[in-house]
Antibody, heavy 120, light 107 residues
Framework: EVQLVESGGGFVQPGGSLRLSCAASGFSFTAYWIHWVRQAPGKGLVWVSRINIDGTITTYADSVKGRFTISRDNAKNTVYLQMNSLRAEDTAVYYC?????????????WGQGSLVTVSS | DVQLTQSPSSLSASVGDRVTITCRASQSISSFLNWYQQKPGKAPKLVIYVASILQSGVPSRFSGSGSGTDFTLTISSLQPDDFATYYCQQTYSPPLTFGRGTKVEIK
């Protein structure tokens, strides 16, 4: 069974940092792109970032570029999202999702989400 | 960035109704469009990808069509499990933007 499990969310003050993890199991992790998508409370989905199979290609939304860094450890079947200089508007549930094997940007499996709250 | 405009933002329908949701892109995106279903408190679920390909395990009452700038998601006979919010997403060029969602409610 494909599983993606996010962890690392929590409460942080503006300007602080958090690192989210996305632990994958049940599939050949090294063959798949991974995405992060967030959803502020009561709002819609916002794509945040993606990483290719070996970590050599990373892409970010403009709103997080320069503050967030996506990476992966294929030995641990885990993707990370390092979030620095956090702002109140980064408050959201953060989902990691697997891109389809052939259509890398179509997310066919999702984690349960991890809540990040940025507040003073 | 490619902007996606979904309409309507919400609709009320009855079980058995045919439902159509539209998504318009601010520029041509070929067929690089996905549709997701999301229920409250749950992660999104892929329904349609590349505009018209039904994701494995999704009932055949769901269908997608369109190319270029205009796309539709159709539910041929609405079922109780289909009441949810639906989002379109373009994957033509990053950032991979989503529409603002269409909430399908019970009439």
């Amino acid at each position: 069974e494909v599983q993606l499990v996010e962890s690392g969310g929590g409460f942080v003050q503006p300007g602080g940092s958090l690192r989210l993890s996305c632990a994958a199991s049940g599939f050949s992790f090294t063959a798949y792109w991974i995405h992060w998508v967030r959803q502020a409370p009561g709002k819609g989905l916002v794509w945040v970032s993606r990483i290719n199979i070996d970590g050599t290609i990373t892409t970010y939304a403009d709103s997080v570029k320069g503050r967030f860094t996506i990476s992966r450890d294929n030995a641990k079947n885990t993707v990370y999202l390092q979030m620095n200089s956090l702002r109140a508007e980064d408050t959201a549930v953060y989902y990691c999702a697997r891109g389809d094997l052939y259509y890398h940007d179509s997310c066919d499996s999702w984690g349960q989400g991890s809540l990040v709250t940025v507040s003073s | 960035d490619v902007q996606l405009t979904q309409s309507p933002s919400s609709l009320s329908a009855s079980v058995g109704d045919r439902v159509t949701i539209t998504c318009r892109a601010s520029q041509s995106i070929s067929s690089f469009l996905n549709w997701y279903q999301q229920k409250p408190g749950k992660a999104p679920k892929l329904v349609i990808y590349v505009a018209s390909i039904l994701q494995s395990g999704v009932p055949s009452r769901f269908s997608g069509s369109g190319s270029g700038t205009d796309f539709t998601l159709t539910i041929s006979s609405l079922q109780p499990d289909d009441f949810a919010t639906y989002y379109c997403q373009q994957t033509y060029s990053p950032p991979l933007t989503f529409g603002r969602g269409t909430k399908v409610e019970i009439k």
